[in-house]
C-alpha cells in the first residue's frame, strides 16, 4: 500500500463516525403519512457531486433523493450538494472516508491510487457501445470492481454514465490517425490517455475544465477531448471547425458511500437505498441517451463544426494504432476483471 493509501486509511479509521452524528437512530414507530411501510429509521443522508443539477449526474442524483424521501415516507432525508458546494475533487474521497459525507460521485479514474484497474473507462477502445460497457457495469466484473473499495473504508455502489469522448480541433478534419499527428491537444490528464495521443504523433496537456474554452480561443491548443454534451453545452463549435465522433475512451463516475456507515444501517434501509440506486443509475443512462442526442443534434443545426462520423473500417485503423497503448496498460490491471470486460461485449 502507498503512502496516500496509507493516510486515507488512517484518517477513516480514525475518525469513522465525525460529521454525521445520530444517523443510526433507532426506528421511528410510524412512518409518516402515506408510506406504505412503516419503521424506517430517521437518516440525514448527505449527498455530495461536482456537477450541475441539470448534468445526467445530477438528475440522477435527485431521482435517488426523491425516491428514498418518498418510500420512507420522509423518515430518511437526502441532502444532495452539486456543483461542488459541500466537497470538491480534491477532497470528497477523504470527506466520505471519514464519513463527514455519505455518497460521493467521483470519476472513476480518481480512485486509481486504490485499485488501477478503475482506469480501465481510459482504456482506448475498451468498450464498443453502450450496451458493452452496461453489460460489464451490472455484471459480475463491474461489481467486482467496486468490491476493491471495501478495504479502503468505502463501499461502491454504482457506476454513473457521463458518455464516450470524441475529438474537435482547428486545424483539420480527422479521419484517419495520421491526422491527429503536431495537434495539441486537451484532456483531462493521466498518463493513459496521454500516451493515446502519443502513440498518434500528437501532444497533449492537462487544462482545467472551466478553462478549455479560452485556451482553444487563444489558440493555446489546437483541439480537446470530451462527451457530445461536454462539446455542444461548452460551446466548442464557437472556436472549433472540426468534430470526429471516434468514442474512443469513456468518462465514468462512480457512486461510493462510507463502509461502516453502510453497514452499520438496518438492513430495510440498506434494501431501499439499493433499489433507489438501481432506479437513479437507469434514469442517468436515460439522461446522457437524451441529451446526447438533442446534442448532436443540435450541433449539426448549427452548422458550425464539420462531423466526421468514422466507418467502422476507420475506426478500426484507430484501434490499431493506439493498441500497443492498450496492451500496456491493460497488463497492470486486475486481469480478472479485464477478462471480464472483454467478455461483456462478446
Given at each position: 500500500?502507498?503512502?496516500?493509501?496509507?493516510?486515507?486509511?488512517?484518517?477513516?479509521?480514525?475518525?469513522?463516525?465525525?460529521?454525521?452524528?445520530?444517523?443510526?437512530?433507532?426506528?421511528?414507530?410510524?412512518?409518516?403519512?402515506?408510506?406504505?411501510?412503516?419503521?424506517?429509521?430517521?437518516?440525514?443522508?448527505?449527498?455530495?457531486?461536482?456537477?450541475?443539477?441539470?448534468?445526467?449526474?445530477?438528475?440522477?442524483?435527485?431521482?435517488?433523493?426523491?425516491?428514498?424521501e418518498s418510500e420512507s415516507g420522509g423518515n430518511i432525508e437526502v441532502k444532495v450538494y452539486p456543483s461542488g458546494q459541500l466537497y470538491g475533487d480534491n477532497d470528497e474521497i477523504e470527506a466520505v472516508q471519514a464519513n463527514n459525507v455519505?455518497?460521493?460521485?467521483?470519476?472513476?479514474?480518481?480512485?486509481?491510487?486504490?485499485?488501477?484497474?478503475?482506469?480501465?473507462?481510459?482504456?482506448?477502445?475498451?468498450?464498443?457501445?453502450?450496451?458493452?460497457?452496461?453489460?460489464?457495469?451490472?455484471?459480475?466484473?463491474?461489481?467486482?470492481?467496486?468490491?476493491?473499495?471495501?478495504?479502503?473504508?468505502?463501499?461502491?455502489?454504482?457506476?454513473?454514465?457521463?458518455?464516450?469522448?470524441?475529438?474537435?480541433?482547428?486545424?483539420?478534419?480527422?479521419?484517419?490517425?495520421?491526422?491527429?499527428?503536431?495537434?495539441?491537444?486537451?484532456?483531462?490528464?493521466?498518463?493513459?490517455?496521454?500516451?493515446?495521443?502519443?502513440?498518434?504523433?500528437?501532444?497533449?496537456?492537462?487544462?482545467?475544465?472551466?478553462?478549455?474554452?479560452?485556451?482553444?480561443?487563444?489558440?493555446?491548443?489546437?483541439?480537446?477531448?470530451?462527451?457530445?454534451?461536454?462539446?455542444?453545452?461548452?460551446?466548442?463549435?464557437?472556436?472549433?471547425?472540426?468534430?470526429?465522433?471516434?468514442?474512443?475512451?469513456r468518462s465514468e463516475y462512480a457512486v461510493v458511500t462510507n463502509k461502516q456507515w453502510w453497514d452499520g444501517l438496518e438492513p430495510k434501509t440498506q434494501e431501499l437505498l439499493t433499489e433507489a440506486m438501481k432506479t437513479a443509475t437507469q434514469e442517468g443512462r436515460n439522461q446522457v441517451e437524451k441529451l446526447e442526442t438533442e446534442a448532436i443534434e443540435k450541433i449539426k443545426s448549427?452548422?458550425?463544426?464539420?462531423?466526421?462520423?468514422?466507418?467502422?473500417?476507420?475506426?478500426?485503423?484507430?484501434?490499431?494504432?493506439?493498441?500497443?497503448?492498450?496492451?500496456?496498460?491493460?497488463?497492470?490491471?486486475?486481469?480478472?476483471?479485464?477478462?471480464?470486460?472483454?467478455?461483456?461485449?462478446?
Open positions: 500500500m502507498n503512502i496516500a493509501k496509507m493516510s486515507l486509511l488512517s484518517l477513516a479509521l480514525l475518525f469513522p463516525l465525525s460529521g454525521c452524528g445520530g444517523n443510526n437512530a433507532s426506528t421511528t414507530e410510524a412512518a409518516q403519512e402515506g408510506n406504505t411501510d412503516a419503521g424506517y429509521q430517521k437518516l440525514d443522508i448527505k449527498l455530495s457531486h461536482v456537477a450541475s443539477d441539470n448534468t445526467p449526474k445530477g438528475l440522477a442524483a435527485l431521482k435517488f433523493k426523491e425516491i428514498v455519505q455518497i460521493i460521485i467521483p470519476s472513476a479514474a480518481k480512485l486509481s491510487g486504490f485499485e488501477e484497474t478503475f482506469e480501465i473507462f481510459d482504456l482506448p477502445f475498451m468498450f464498443k457501445n453502450e450496451e458493452h460497457l452496461r453489460a460489464f457495469e451490472d455484471g459480475e466484473g463491474g461489481q467486482q470492481l467496486l468490491a476493491t473499495l471495501d478495504e479502503y473504508g468505502m463501499k461502491g455502489l454504482s457506476f454513473w454514465p457521463n458518455g464516450f469522448k470524441h475529438i474537435t480541433n482547428n486545424k483539420v478534419a480527422v479521419d484517419e490517425p495520421s491526422d491527429v499527428k503536431g495537434l495539441k491537444v486537451r484532456t483531462h490528464g493521466g498518463q493513459i490517455i496521454n500516451e493515446v495521443y502519443e502513440a498518434m504523433g500528437a501532444s497533449s496537456t492537462k487544462i482545467a475544465f472551466n478553462e478549455t474554452y479560452q485556451a482553444l480561443q487563444l489558440g493555446t491548443i489546437d483541439g480537446q477531448e470530451n462527451s457530445i454534451v461536454n462539446i455542444e453545452t461548452q460551446k466548442y463549435g464557437e472556436v472549433q471547425s472540426n468534430l470526429t465522433l471516434t468514442s474512443h475512451a448549427e452548422g458550425k463544426m464539420a462531423i466526421v462520423e468514422l466507418t467502422d473500417e476507420q475506426k478500426e485503423a484507430f484501434k490499431q494504432a493506439i493498441q500497443p497503448v492498450f496492451d500496456k496498460w491493460a497488463q497492470k490491471m486486475n486481469q480478472d476483471i479485464i477478462n471480464k470486460a472483454i467478455e461483456a461485449g462478446n
